[in-house]
C-alpha cells in the first residue's frame, strides 16, 4: 500500500455508537491532518499533528477525539454523534506543516 | 495568519475553451502556492505548484502565474475537456514550517 490510506471507506452509525476511523501513510511524513468536508462546502481542518504531537485544534467539539500514536498513524475517535457529523473525513500527510499535503480517499460518514 | 480566497465559487465554460480560476492571498511572506483538483467523489490531489522564485510554471494544459506584487496566484487550463470538471483547491503557505491554508474552491464544469 502507498500514499495515505483511510478505513473504513464508508461508515453509517447511530447517534449512540462509538467507532474510530483510521489513516496510515507511507510516504515518511512528519504532518498529519484530519479534514471534515461537507456537501458543496469547502474542506474544513479539524487537527494537525507534527511528530505526533498535536499543534492545531479548530474548535471542534470533543465527541470528536483525534489520537496519534507515530507519526504513520491517525485516528480518529467518535461517539455521541449528532446527524449534521455526516460527512466526508479526509487525513492528509505532509512533510513540514507548510507543505503539500497528501490526502487519502477519505470515509463517508452517515450519522443516523 | 492567511487568508486565501478564490473567485469565482462557480465557472463554466465551453469544451475546447481555457479557463482561468484565480485566487487572493494576504501573507506578503508566502512564498508557496499549490493546486489541488478533486473530482467528485474522489481525494484532492496536487496537479501543479509553483514557489514565490518563479513567476509561471507549466505543465502540459495546465499553468501557474503569481503575482507577488497583487498577492494573487491564477491557474490556467488551455483545451478544455470534460474530465477537467471538477473542484479546484489553492493553498498557500510559507514554507515547510508553517502552515498551509486553503481557500473555499471553485467548482469548474466543462460544456460537452
Known amino acids: 500500500e502507498t500514499g495515505v490510506t483511510q478505513t473504513p471507506r464508508h461508515l453509517v452509525m447511530g447517534m449512540t455508537n462509538k467507532k474510530s476511523l483510521k489513516c496510515e501513510q507511507h510516504?515518511?511524513?512528519?504532518?498529519m491532518y484530519w479534514y471534515k468536508q461537507s456537501a458543496k462546502k469547502p474542506l474544513e481542518l479539524m487537527f494537525v499533528y507534527n511528530f505526533k504531537e498535536q499543534t492545531e485544534n479548530n474548535s471542534v467539539p470533543s465527541r470528536f477525539s483525534p489520537e496519534c500514536p507515530n507519526s504513520s498513524h491517525l485516528f480518529l475517535h467518535l461517539h455521541t454523534l449528532q446527524p449534521e457529523d455526516s460527512a466526508l473525513y479526509l487525513c492528509a500527510s505532509s512533510q513540514g506543516g507548510g507543505a503539500s499535503q497528501f490526502f487519502g480517499p477519505g470515509t463517508r460518514l452517515t450519522v443516523l | 495568519g492567511e487568508n486565501v480566497e478564490q473567485h469565482p465559487s462557480t465557472l463554466s465554460v465551453q469544451e475546447g475553451d481555457s479557463a482561468v480560476i484565480k485566487c487572493t492571498y494576504s501573507d506578503s511572506a508566502s512564498n508557496y502556492f499549490p493546486w489541488y483538483k478533486q473530482e467528485l467523489g474522489k481525494r484532492p490531489q496536487l496537479i501543479i505548484d509553483?514557489?514565490?522564485?518563479?513567476g509561471e510554471k507549466k505543465d502540459q494544459r495546465i499553468a501557474v502565474t503569481l503575482n507577488k506584487t497583487a498577492k494573487h496566484f491564477s491557474l490556467h487550463i488551455t483545451e478544455t475537456q470534460p474530465e477537467d470538471s471538477a473542484v479546484y483547491f489553492c493553498a498557500a503557505s510559507r514554507g515547510a514550517n508553517s502552515k498551509l491554508t486553503f481557500g473555499k474552491g471553485i467548482t469548474l464544469s466543462v460544456r460537452p
Open positions: 509553483i514557489r514565490s522564485n518563479v
Open positions: 510516504l515518511g511524513h512528519n504532518a
